[in-house]
């Protein structure tokens, strides 16, 4: 920043008076390294670590009448925990999410081609207290975890061996009644990737949703890790989204103020309607 105006280098630097940062979740780790190198505040905020599950597409189909995109919510028994499902994709695919130094998964639907299975994340809340409060660290370590264990690829696991305390093997997935949509797997064990009590609050969460969604629970549901959504570094910032660099506003799941597309979405229109109105002044 020189004299009130920022300066973009690249091709040809680029000078402008304001500034909206929304690189999304992908970019939500060097947005937070840039802050911090240009002196603007962050906090930590949770995050949510899981898996993504996939299962037979007609156990869902009572709820998917009622609504698309359901968003369920539970507390485990045993740590009083928030697990929730997110993104549900009925009759649709789960994808690979590759980053520089860690692989995750995620799961969409098409409007041409459908599946035989529906897939959602299933996902336990965490937020770090003094004197670890870094959650994207935190997050971060998971992640490469499970993609060593992986060996660069996300983790597929039957529930019935992850049940079990064994690791699932290619035979023991082609005996499932469901067929992956997403095969550049490796089949293993998810409780050497994930921490124990995110692991405990996966299992006790799909038995509380069974009663909801009869079936999900079942030996040949699929459970692919790692899911985690890194929306946790916040910045504060005004109504308008800007941050207390005038003229640098935040917007998207970066920003750490929002869950999903359409309110990544509404924060950006936000910013950007603040900064018509200055300019209109």
């Known amino acids: 920043m020189k004299n009130d105006v920022f ?8 000078e402008t008076r304001y500034l909206i940062a929304s690189p999304g979740r992908a970019g939500a780790y060097w947005l937070r390294e840039e802050a911090n190198r240009l002196g603007i505040a962050t906090e930590y905020g949770p995050i949510d670590v899981g898996v993504r599950v996939e299962f037979p597409a007609e156990i869902y189909t009572a709820i998917e009448e009622v609504m698309y995109d359901a968003k369920l919510r539970v ?42 299975n529906t897939n959602f994340a299933l996902l336990s809340h965490v937020d770090l ?42 035979e023991r997935l082609q005996r499932a009644t469901i067929v992956p949509t997403l095969v550049d797997v490796t089949p293993g064990d998810i409780s050497m990737a994930l921490p ?12 509380q949703l069974d009663n909801i969604i009869p079936g999900l629970a079942a030996d040949n549901t699929l459970l692919y ?35 999903g597309i359409v309110y990544s979405a509404v924060t950006g229109l936000i910013a950007g309607e603040a900064i018509r109105k200055r300019e209109q002044a």
């Open 75 to 116: 507390r485990t028994a045993t740590h009083d925990d928030m697990v929730r499902t997110f993104c549900t994709n009925p009759r649709g695919f789960v994808v690979k999410e590759t980053y520089k130094e860690f692989v995750l998964v995620n799961g969409h639907a098409e409007n041409e081609g459908e599946t035989e």
């Open 196 to 207: 124990a009590r995110i692991v405990e609050n996966i299992l006790e969460g799909l038995d």
């Open 129 to 170: 207290t003094d004197p670890v409060e870094d959650t994207t660290e935190y997050g971060r370590a998971i992640a490469k975890l499970a993609t060593t264990i992986g060996g660069g690829k996300p983790i597929i696991q039957r529930l019935k061996d992850l049940k079990n305390g064994r690791r699932s093997t290619q």
């Open 225 to 259: 890790a790692p899911e985690i959504k890194f929306y946790d570094t916040q910045y504060p910032v005004n109504r308008s989204m800007e941050t207390r660099i005038p003229g640098f506003f935040v917007a998207g799941d970066a920003s750490g103020h929002c869950r």
């Open 7 to 14: 300066v973009l280098r690249g091709n040809g630097d680029i």
